[in-house]
């Protein structure tokens, strides 16, 4: 690997980091209600959205928010479904994530 794939490699895991702690605090914004991800991502107009959607599948897969259908409301796992149709709110541990009682080095809080 030559020093401009190893940079642009860095550059993209620095970019996860950071956008994995913008859409976490987004959700976290209605913690008390599910938020459409269709409706969090207008709120990050600066991610990319195949870079929102590795956000979603990491956040989920970590159990830090959770996700499900909006119509029929059951429990969905976001890489099986298009994002327009789930919503999600933060887990438990995700708030504790947010409140500084846990530590997650692939999320910048």
């Known amino acids: 690997m030559n020093e401009k794939d190893t940079a642009l490699q860095l550059m993209k895991a620095a970019r996860f980091i ?12 209605l913690r008390h209600t599910y938020s459409a991800l269709s409706e969090v991502k207008y709120a990050l107009p600066n991610v990319e ?4 959607l590795d956000c979603i599948n990491f956040l989920h897969s970590e159990q830090y928010i959770v996700t499900r ?12 479904c298009n994002y327009e149709d789930i919503e999600a ?21």
Do not use: F, M, Q, W
């Open 18 to 29: 950071k956008n994995n702690g913008r859409v976490l605090r987004t959700i976290n914004i």
């Open 49 to 52: 959205e195949c870079d929102y």
């Open 69 to 80: 259908n909006i119509k029929s409301k059951n429990p969905v796992d976001p890489s099986d």
């Open 89 to 109: 709110k933060l887990s438990g541990k995700g708030i504790r994530l947010l409140a500084g009682k846990i530590e997650d080095d692939l999320i910048e809080v």
